[in-house]
């Protein structure tokens, strides 16, 4: 199914706190996606994969570090905001 509706809900939370986002909107595969992110040096890619509640979690991988890690979707845009101050 297409999880566009929870990637829009998402990046307008993420915007709303602040942080700049993007959503793929070409339907490209992962790896493409993930090429790209890489290729225009974004700080963290954002794995949507279902319907996104307050409680859920998502995967968020640091384009840096390469570190990936499942976090609630409630702490999201904290944990970007601290990982991006450190920069």
């Given at each position: 199914?297409?999880?566009?509706?929870?990637?829009?809900?998402?990046?307008?939370?993420?915007?709303?706190?602040?942080?700049?986002?993007?959503?793929?909107?070409?339907?490209?595969?992962?790896?493409?996606?993930?090429?790209?992110?890489?290729?225009?040096?974004?700080?963290?890619?954002?794995?949507?994969?279902?319907?996104?509640?307050?409680?859920?979690?998502?995967?968020?991988?640091?384009?840096?570090?390469?570190e990936q890690?499942?976090?609630?979707?409630?702490?999201?845009?904290?944990?970007?905001?601290?990982?991006?101050?450190k920069r």
């Amino acid at each position: 199914g297409s999880f566009k509706p929870a990637a829009f809900h998402l990046a307008e939370k993420l915007r709303a706190s602040g942080i700049s986002c993007q959503i793929d909107l070409a339907g490209r595969s992962i790896k493409s996606q993930m090429r790209k992110a890489g290729k225009e040096k974004k700080g963290f890619v954002i794995f949507v994969d279902r319907d996104i509640k307050k409680d859920d979690m998502v995967s968020l991988k640091n384009m840096n570090t390469g570190e990936q890690e499942e976090i609630g979707f409630g702490v999201l845009a904290e944990k970007i905001g601290k990982e991006e101050n450190k920069r």
